[in-house]
């Protein structure tokens, strides 16, 4: 604590408001506090800090408030701020989607039913929010099973008449487009439609058994196989947002569930009673927080551009500030909205639903993070192992050599940094002073070029050292690329695979090293190996295209592509070039006595 902090502290008002920690003048962590001298003063006084305010009282240099009048008040400067600033030690949701709508303009004389974004006061009926784009895409995919409405965007009706579409030929739309059915018609699909997205399944399924026994009893099955199909499509569709309670209810239910590291929140969505979906949102670091701030913290963020629901039940909360968080998402709904921290009952059941999820997602993120950590680090630590390094490699460079019986031979070098992949370090090289299909001689001149830009830079521009070289070959070709390596200055650990059973070679070592294949260090050499000989390949690739294509008229030095356009355009063919005069080049169109001059050199090489 330095002097300026220890002077601040002494005139700290008992007054609400928020603080901004500072560190080097950038604020790092804003909070909030019925009273400032009490809140601000323990982190420097008090000793039993989590881990994380540890960490963020280390690197404060310095402090400023704002006063306010209610905590409430100080609750609305914070969320503001935070938002503002985004400061590293406060909880930050990276998640800014908007969850979808359905869209109903009942205006219309023939609405059609359109995804929205948003929910705007235009007079049209939504419905949802509907949680991810998997709700969406199988409510709308039922609908046009169910109801023949159109998907078109002609701006109905029109003077002129369009053909009948695809969809009306197979019963998927009515067509008003082309007056195949009156506005009462469409309009008696369309309330079906609402009564549907409104939750009234039961009236809708209901005609539609009146209509397949019906069917049935006609003898007309196709039909009433149809009708039995869209009654599926519907019990589907009720199965994957079954209720867990009787009544209409709209809640947002929130829950925490956390380790020795992190923690994961959960919030599920109830609307007209029934579970549309849910969202897990991983929040690292906090883990050793105190739960009720950690969970105020995030349903601040989590509503910042969201609107509440008109219940929001949580597990536990700090009794100070629940009802200052209540009044503050009755502002943000612009209605009545109710805060509840459930007991027993069915609330409380929802509750303890939702931490199941959110434990079930922490565990989740975990275990991936797990496989993603031995593919990668957990990788390149037994890589070490294997081959003997002390250190562990973050930088793995991996060399491939590529051409066509000798032709446009090229090499490629990928990098992988800490077992991952790093696109942006990859280079091409086009092999320069090897004639024909020399891998050997090939290799020694990339691995002599790579260095070199380490150790002596040509053009300023100095490329890192590797921890760790890899070549697709045998021990002849680790030769050849590490001789190269030490001629250029520099001395990095190198080995070489061969592909015949994965064998791995080191310099000055006879016997190969063969590893288990289930083993994440053969699988990260082969994921670099691979890698190396796709670029290399696809690179040579677009040369070899590239040359097919060539014209032998780029060979002619001061020719342009202008001059090669006209010069055929003129004469037609490359022969006709060849066989022409100097008379006949100069009254070719672009063409002087420099550029005929050039030609004629050229078309007459020995003359």
């Known amino acids: 604590m330095n002097d300026q902090i220890a002077r601040k502290?002494?005139?700290?008002?008992?007054?609400?408001?928020c603080y901004q920690m500072k560190e080097n003048g950038k604020i790092i962590y804003v909070g909030k506090a019925i009273n400032l001298k009490n809140r601000v003063r323990s982190y420097f006084h008090g000793r039993d800090h989590t881990p994380k305010v540890a960490a963020m009282v280390s690197h404060i240099d310095d402090f400023d408030i704002i006063l306010c009048r209610t905590n409430l008040e100080a609750l609305i400067l914070e969320c503001n701020l935070i938002k503002l600033h985004q400061p590293y030690y406060n909880i930050l949701l990276k998640d800014d989607k908007h969850y979808p709508y359905i869209r109903l303009d009942l205006k219309d004389m023939f609405p059609r039913v359109t995804l929205a974004r948003r929910q705007e006061s235009d007079g049209a009926r939504y419905f949802g929010p509907y949680i991810g784009a998997t709700a969406v895409k199988d409510v709308l995919d039922t609908l046009r099973k169910l109801f023949p409405m159109r998907t078109c965007k002609h701006n109905l009706p029109e003077k002129k008449l369009q053909r009948p579409c695809i969809n009306y030929e197979i019963g998927r739309c009515l067509g008003p487009c082309c007056n195949k059915c009156t506005k009462e018609e469409y309009r008696q699909v369309v309330d079906r439609v609402v009564q549907f997205l409104g939750g009234k399944y039961q009236e809708i399924t209901a005609d539609l058994r009146r209509d397949m026994?019906?069917?049935?009893?006609?003898?007309?099955?196709?039909?009433?196989?149809?009708?039995r199909d869209q009654l599926n499509d519907i019990e589907g569709l009720m199965q994957r947002q079954q209720a867990i309670q009787v009544s209409g209810a709209e809640q947002d239910v929130f829950a925490l569930?956390?380790?020795d590291m992190d923690c994961m929140a959960q919030v599920m969505y109830v609307r007209r009673g029934r579970i549309v979906g849910g969202d897990?949102?991983?929040?690292?670091?906090?883990g050793r927080e105190d739960r009720g701030e950690v969970l105020f913290d995030f349903i601040l963020q989590f509503y910042d551009e969201r609107k509440p629901a008109r219940e929001v039940l949580c597990p536990h909360l700090p009794d100070e500030i629940a009802g200052d968080l209540e009044a503050w998402l009755r502002q943000k709904r612009q209605g009545a909205c109710t805060l509840v921290i459930p007991k027993r009952g069915d609330k409380r059941a929802l509750v303890l639903l939702s931490e199941k999820n959110a434990r079930d997602a922490l565990q989740k993120r975990n275990a991936k993070q797990q496989v993603q950590h031995e593919r990668t680090i957990g990788a390149c630590e037994s890589l070490a192992k294997a081959i003997g390094l002390q250190n562990t490699p973050r930088r793995i460079e991996g060399f491939d050599i590529s051409n066509t019986q000798g032709a446009l031979s090229v090499a490629s070098m990928v990098v992988f940094l800490d077992g991952a992949p790093a696109p942006k370090e990859y280079r091409h090289y086009r092999i320069k002073t090897v004639e024909g299909a020399?891998?050997?001689a090939s290799m020694?001149?990339?691995?002599?070029?790579?260095?070199?830009?380490?150790?002596?830079?040509?053009?300023?521009e100095k490329w890192p050292l590797p921890d760790l070289v890899l070549i697709d070959g045998g021990p002849e070709q680790l030769a050849f690329a590490r001789k190269a390596m030490l001629d250029a200055g520099a001395d990095v650990p190198m080995f070489g695979l061969a592909e015949r059973l994965e064998a791995i070679y080191l310099p000055g070592r006879e016997e190969p090293i063969l590893l288990d294949h289930h083993t994440p260090a053969l699988h990260l050499i082969q994921r670099i190996r691979d890698e190396a000989h796709r670029f290399a390949i696809t690179?040579?690739?677009?040369l070899r295209e590239k040359n097919a294509t060539r014209s032998v008229l780029e060979d002619i030095p001061g020719i342009g592509a202008a001059r090669r356009r006209a010069l055929l355009q003129y004469f037609k063919s490359v022969k006709a070039i060849r066989e022409a005069d100097m008379d006949a080049l100069l009254a070719c169109p672009k063409m002087n006595k420099t550029a005929a001059e050039a030609v004629w050199q050229w078309a007459h090489p020995q003359g």
């Open 9 to 17: 502290l002494r005139l700290l008002p008992d007054s609400p408001g």
């Open 213 to 227: 026994q019906s069917a049935a009893m006609k003898l007309e099955f196709e039909k009433a196989a149809r009708i």
């Open 257 to 259: 569930w956390g380790d």
């Open 280 to 286: 897990s949102f991983a929040l690292p670091g906090e």
């Open 438 to 440: 020399n891998d050997f």
């Open 444 to 460: 020694n001149e990339v691995l002599g070029r790579r260095f070199k830009r380490s150790m002596n830079p040509e053009s300023g």
């Open 539 to 542: 690179h040579h690739r677009g």
